[in-house]
Nanobody, 127 residues
């Protein structure tokens, strides 16, 4: 499985950005892949932001982004998106897309060690 993120850049506080994660490889709806967005601010640990399952299923968000960020997918394009609205300076980070095959307990869906496929990241800077 390969993951390629794009869409990062600079934005002003209160603005919006939309990140994309193209998923390639042998990934089918029956495999029940869980896809997540993580972020890592400079000098801090990586934290989970949002997660969903390929093909549908409940999405799950970190409290810090609830109501501002939305994870979605376009199966025809094999792409998972992260729409980020009402951006804050503290949203500044490198954003990563991650994937793992199979069911992940809700309590672990925003935990980095639950995922074994990672993209290279895309930088988001909010000022």
């Amino acid at each position: 499985v390969q993951l390629v993120e794009s869409g990062g850049g600079s934005a002003q506080a209160g603005g919006s950005l939309k990140l994309s994660c193209v998923v390639s490889g042998h990934v089918t709806r029956d495999d029940n892949y869980c896809i997540a967005w993580f972020r890592q601010p400079p000098g801090k640990e990586r934290e989970g932001v949002a997660t969903t399952y390929i093909g549908g299923g409940a999405s799950y968000y970190a409290d810090s982004v609830k109501g501002r960020f939305t994870i979605s997918q376009d199966n025809a394009k094999a792409t998972v998106y992260l729409q980020m609205n009402s951006l804050k300076v503290e949203d500044t980070a490198m954003y990563y897309c991650a994937a793992s095959r199979g069911y992940i307990a809700t309590s672990r869906r925003l935990v980095a060690t639950a995922y074994n496929y990672w993209g290279q990241g895309t930088q988001v800077t909010v000022s």
